[in-house]
C-alpha cells in the first residue's frame, strides 16, 4: 500500500510538471527556440497568486486566473523584448537575450519578494478520500482535474479552431504560414503567451499543493520542465504530458524509498538518459505534436 500511495502522490506532482512541460513545448514550438527565462515566468505567476490569495483573499480559483494573467502577460512582453527584434538575425541572439531576462527576472524576485520561502495559505482544506489504505487529498483530486480540463482545452483550440491550425502552421514552418496568409507575428506572441500561461498556472498550482513559493524555485522548475520536454520529444505536447508523468513519479518513488537528495538527480539521470539512447525523444517530431 505504501508504494501505492506513493504512485498517487508522484501522479499528482506529475500532472504539476506536465502543465510545465507542456507550457514549455509550446514555448519552443512556436518560437523555434527553448526558453531559459521559463523557470521565472513560472516563478511570477505563483508569486501573483500567491498575493492574490494573500492580500485579495482570493479563491483558488481566482488565484489560477490571477497567475494565469500574469504570465501570459510577461509572454508579451518576452515577445518583444527576447525574439521578435532577432527574428531574422542569429538564433543565439535570442537564446543570450532568455539567458539575461532569466538573470534579470530572478535578481528582480530576490529584491522584490526576499529569499526566504512564502508560506501559501490552505485553500483547499486537508480533506481527502479514502480507498483502502490509499488516501486522495482533495488538493491532488483538484490538480488533477484543473491540469486535465486544461490539456483539453489547449487539444480543442489546436485542433478546432482557426487559431489553433495558424500556430500549428507556423511551427512547421514560419516562411510557408506567411506565404498563405497567417499573420506570423502575431501567431508566434500568441503560442508564447499561451505557453508562458500555463507555466504560470503551474506555478500557482506549485504554491497551492506545497504552501508554498519562493523567489529561488524558477531554476529547479525549469530543469525538471526541460527534463519532461526532453523525454517527450521538444516540441510534443502529448510527450511532455507522459514525461511530466513519469518525471514525477520516479522522482517521489526515489525521494521515498532512497532518500530526498535524490530528488533532483533523478531529473538530470532521466535528461541524460533520453539524450543519450534518444535523443529526439520518445515522441519528437517538427512543429507542434498534438
Known amino acids: 500500500m505504501f508504494f501505492l500511495q506513493q504512485l498517487v502522490n508522484g501522479l499528482t ?16 514550438g512556436i518560437v523555434g527556440l527553448v526558453s531559459f527565462v521559463n523557470g521565472e ?22 488565484a489560477l486566473l490571477v497567475g494565469f494573467a500574469a504570465s501570459a502577460i510577461l509572454g508579451v512582453m518576452l515577445e518583444h523584448v527576447c525574439y521578435r527584434p532577432f527574428r531574422r538575425s542569429s538564433r543565439y541572439m535570442a ?21 526566504e520561502p512564502r508560506f501559501v495559505p490552505d485553500l483547499l482544506g486537508t480533506g481527502f478520500i479514502s480507498l483502502g489504505d490509499i488516501r486522495i487529498a482533495h488538493v491532488q483530486i483538484v490538480v488533477v482535474a484543473i491540469v486535465a480540463g486544461l490539456i483539453l482545452t ?15 502552421a507556423v511551427a512547421m514552418d514560419k516562411d510557408a504560414a506567411a506565404l498563405v496568409g497567417v499573420n506570423v507575428n502575431h501567431t ?24 508554498s513559493v519562493h523567489a529561488l524555485m524558477g531554476a529547479s522548475v525549469a530543469m525538471k520542465a526541460f527534463a519532461a520536454v526532453v523525454f517527450g520529444g521538444l516540441t510534443s505536447i502529448p510527450g511532455a504530458a507522459v514525461g511530466g508523468l513519469v518525471l514525477g513519479v520516479v522522482e517521489n518513488l526515489a525521494v521515498s524509498f532512497l532518500s530526498s537528495g535524490y530528488k533532483d538527480i533523478v531529473a538530470f539521470l532521466i535528461l541524460i538518459s533520453i539524450l543519450l539512447v534518444k535523443p529526439s525523444g520518445i515522441m519528437g517530431r517538427k512543429g507542434l505534436g498534438v
Open 13 to 28: 506532482q506529475g500532472f504539476i510538471y506536465s502543465l510545465m512541460a507542456i507550457g514549455l513545448a509550446m514555448i519552443i
Open 41 to 62: 515566468v513560472i516563478m511570477i505567476g505563483a508569486f501573483a497568486a500567491f498575493f492574490a490569495v494573500t492580500y485579495f483573499h482570493a479563491n483558488a480559483v481566482l
Open 95 to 115: 537564446l543570450i537575450c532568455t539567458i539575461g531576462m532569466s538573470i534579470f527576472l530572478k535578481s528582480l524576485g530576490q529584491v522584490v519578494f526576499g529569499i
Open 154 to 168: 489547449l487539444q480543442v483550440l489546436l485542433y478546432r479552431t482557426r487559431t489553433g491550425i495558424s500556430l500549428r
Open 188 to 211: 508566434v506572441m500568441l503560442g508564447n503567451c499561451i505557453g508562458c500561461a500555463l507555466g504560470g498556472v503551474s506555478g500557482a498550482l506549485i504554491g497551492i499543493y506545497y504552501n
